[in-house]
């Protein structure tokens, strides 16, 4: 049994879920310790808590919003460190392998993206970060990446911006993220209204005032369609002329009630690390039109409709699925099967096993 202590973070949205589905559906012969909370302590690894809050208080002002620190020891039982999304300071009972995983695109990627940062001032940012993390012993998959032995990234665009940082390609391997969904019954014909699926929090990132326009627009030129909107707490109040709007909820209902009777899915993000309501929606065999945006299209592939982060384009892909629901059965029905081949659990189990034992055997 390999012993890999996992060390991820809460924050309720797909990096939390990722490193939760790890610790509870491991590679085979993988047994995890994780910890998620700042000063956890867990078999295995005791938290530095001291140093955890001296660096964040008196250092990491100077460094937001790059993640703050994680510390800690680990014991000699332990064969491997698995690191996702936050820089990390080790006392290691010997040589021991490191991992970093990185959730959506990399780091960089959020805050160029997510907060509009340009290149540049990124790039500045993570000079510092190097200036202070190399002197305090750091790793860190982008500003230290020479004491990373390797790291997991989602999609060929997340491994696109690791070069940019000097991490080695031969270094960075891409796996996506498992997703354990069954084979979904057979969907019963399609009828009016036709319902459009949108899920995730930030709504204005996720593209939920063009999704709402685009079917309000449809709906003023006659088409029979609603909206269900899930996920954040405000999408209630935007209940109203074919929209429905949920908060967020249990992934199980939102797998049975929600994409289980959907006719399609709408990801028309303006930005997106990844896009797990994308995969999720091709899992669930449900057409996806996304926004021809970062990782999005190497997800969808040949299976989806890419359109611009507009609601011109969005409003035309919505309606030739409206005129055409057979069509979009069959598209589901290819999602899925691009869901099988390249998103299963036990697929991503089996690559990121593989990656564990190479590096114990070199």
Not at 46 to 66: G, S
Not at 129 to 138: C, E, Q, T, W
Request: charged share 25%.
């Amino acid at each position: 049994m390999t012993r890999v202590f996992l060390l991820g973070a809460r924050g309720g949205g797909g990096e939390e879920v990722f490193v939760r589905d790890l610790a509870v559906s491991p590679p085979p012969g993988v047994e995890y310790s994780l910890a998620l909370d700042h000063h956890e302590s867990v078999p295995g690894a005791r938290a530095r808590a001291v140093h955890e809050i001296l660096f964040n208080r008196l250092v990491h002002p100077f460094l937001w919003p790059l993640p703050g620190l994680r510390a800690y020891d680990v014991a000699p039982e332990v064969d491997l460190i698995h690191v996702h999304n936050h820089p990390t300071r080790l006392g290691l009972p010997g040589p021991r392998r490191v991992v970093y995983s990185v959730g959506g695109s990399t780091y960089a990627h959020y805050l160029e993206r997510y907060l509009g940062w340009s290149a540049s001032r990124v790039d500045a940012r993570y000079a510092r970060a190097r200036r202070v993390y190399r002197p305090l012993g750091i790793r860190s998959e982008l500003a230290t990446p020479e004491w990373v032995d390797a790291v997991v990234v989602f999609s060929e665009y997340a491994a696109g911006y690791m070069s940019r940082f000097g991490m080695p390609r031969d270094k960075v391997r891409v796996i996506p993220p498992g997703f354990e969904i069954p084979a979904p019954p057979p969907r019963p014909p399609t009828s009016e209204p036709f319902t459009f699926l949108l899920v995730g929090r930030e709504p204005h990132r996720k593209g939920a005032d063009l999704a709402v326009e685009a079917v309000r627009e449809l709906r003023a030129r006659g088409r029979a369609a609603r909206l269900w909107l899930v996920g954040d707490p405000a999408y209630p109040a935007w209940t109203g002329d074919g929209v429905e709007g949920h908060g967020p909820i249990p992934r199980a209902r939102l797998l049975h009630d929600f994409y289980g009777r959907a006719d399609a899915v709408l990801v028309p993000s303006r930005a997106e690390g990844y896009g797990f309501a994308a995969v999720e929606a091709m899992g669930m065999g449900v057409p996806v039109v996304a926004a021809r945006r970062d990782a999005l299209p190497e997800i969808l592939g040949e299976d989806g409709i890419l359109v611009e982060p507009e609601v011109t384009a969005l409003g035309r892909a919505m309606e030739g699925l409206c005129a055409d629901p057979e069509g979009a059965r069959q598209r589901g029905a290819a999602a899925r099967a691009r869901f099988e081949a390249c998103f299963t659990r036990a697929h991503a189990r089996k690559s990121l096993g593989a990656l564990y034992s190479e590096l114990l055997d070199s």
